[in-house]
Structures are given as structure tokens and as C-alpha cells.
């Protein structure tokens, strides 16, 4: 018999996630855990606008509230808050074990400081979901070239940056969102890694999953655009020979990809609008002042 609610809605109907079937054990740890999935359907996820980091809006469900996909998307050890991709989790280098095992109470009392009593054996949270996304990018530090890094770290820092924007929204006045824009100040440097990593062979990008949002896959366009919007965005203001090279290079990466003033047919219509619009700021920002 499914079980009511007071209000006389079935409990049932208004969950919005599950734990999985088959236990994992963590590779660090050797602790047995299932992870919690989010489900779909029945109105829980409500699309609304794509914003300029390609940042996909959900709209507040009337049944369900507000529902964060990107809460779900980090597998997390609840015990050594070892944390990576789903499809990595259990793929960690045996040799890399001990270092996690090393940095345990480290990386659990840094994110302390910012994310205080969080238990990952309760349900995902929005906190929990960005501290989540914070311990996925202090982990890939462990994993060697090979399972490339710099981008899922880059990925986690944004999905971070996103996830603390909702908590400043929900909890005002604690600051998330100054830690909202260090994060994405953090995504900024590493797809910036990522991209000199790729072309000089150390950290292939190609066949990954490169979101950078769970809604599509902007492939290594979106990854070129990203970098540019994130530099523009968030880098360096002080030093304005440095700000010349870094907006100029990356203004050409996206307008060489997206065939800016070409045909663009098989482009996503989305990504080659933003496109489009960022190119257009690069260059109005260059010229007026004389850079």
C-alpha cells in the first residue's frame, strides 16, 4: 500500500530521487554504498532558459519544488567523500588509492569550511550537490593524464559555481555568491588547461561527455566557447597585455570553429548564437580600448 502524506498525496508521487539497486564499493575506502539517482518525468524537471555559460534554468515544479539535477550528477563515498564521475568512480588507478586515503581528513575539513554539516548517507541536497561538485574537483587531482582531468575538473568547478548561485538565491546574504564566482574563476583556468592539454596530446578530450549541463553535449565547441566566455567573464583585468593575448587567441578559437560570418549549417543553434554574440563582445571590448 503506498503511503500518504498529510494532504492526502502518496508519498510516492512526490519523490524525486531513488537509490540504486546494486551496492558500489568505493575504490579508496572499500566502504559499500548505493547511489542516489534522480528521477524523471511527471513534471519533476521543468526546462526553462539557456544561459551565456550554456547553463540550462529549471523552473519551480508546483508538485515538487525546486529540483537541481546537478546535485545527483557526482557518485560520493559517504564515508571518505572520495568523489568523481559516475562512469570513473570505480575506475580509479590502483596506485592512486593511498593518496586519497592520505588526504581524507584534509579534503573533509577544507570543505567543512565551506559546506558545514553535510552527511552524504541522508538525501542530496542543493548543499550537499555543490559540495558534491567541489570534492569531484579536489579528487581529479589524483587521477593521472589519461582520464583527463583538467576539463572534468573545469566542468566540476562550473557546476559548483551554478549550484552556489541557487543557494545564494535561496539563502541570501552568506556570501555564496562571491564563493559562486571564485568557482567559476577556478572553471575558467582549467578549460583553459584543458584546451592546451588537448592540443599538445596529454589529456584527449574527444568521445568524453563534455556537458558542460546534464540537458546536451556541447562536444569540443562547447568547450572552445566556454573557455572564451569564462576568460572574458572572469580573467584578468589587471594587466591589460595579458587580457589582449588571452581574449584575442580565444576569440579566434571560437571564430574558427563556428565559421563566424560563414555558413554554419550542423552547428548547434543555441551554441552558434552565443557564439556569435561573444565574438562580437570580444572584439567591441578590444577596440574600444585600443587592446
Known sequence: MVR????????????????????????????????????????????????????????????????YPLAYQATVCPSCWYAALPDDFLKLPEEKTNFLIDNTRK??????????????????????????????????????????????????????????????????????????VMFKKKARFFYAQAIKREITGKEPLGGLKLGPDTDQNYGYEGVLYLAAYLEYKYGELNNPQTRRKNLDELGRNVAKMFGLGKSSKGKPGPLLEKSKALYEEIKKELKENDL
Open 107 to 180: 579534503r573533509k575539513a577544507d570543505a567543512a569550511l565551506i559546506f558545514p554539516e553535510v552527511d552524504f548517507y541522508e538525501n542530496r541536497t542543493l548543499v550537499s550537490g555543490a559540495l558534491s561538485q567541489y570534492l569531484t574537483l579536489v579528487c581529479y587531482d589524483f587521477f593521472p593524464p589519461e582520464f583527463s582531468p583538467a576539463i572534468k575538473q573545469g566542468i566540476a568547478a562550473l557546476r559548483a559555481g551554478w549550484l552556489l548561485e541557487d543557494m545564494e538565491k535561496k539563502y541570501p546574504e552568506q556570501h555564496f555568491g562571491y564563493l559562486s
Open 4 to 67: 500518504k502524506k498529510p494532504g492526502g498525496k502518496p508519498e510516492s508521487a512526490l519523490k524525486i530521487s531513488f537509490y540504486s539497486k546494486d551496492p558500489i564499493m568505493c575504490p579508496v575506502c572499500e566502504n559499500e554504498f548505493r547511489r542516489e539517482e534522480l528521477l524523471t518525468g511527471s513534471g519533476r524537471q521543468i526546462a526553462g532558459e539557456l544561459t551565456d555559460e550554456l547553463h540550462r534554468l529549471y523552473e519551480t515544479s508546483a508538485k515538487y519544488g525546486d529540483v
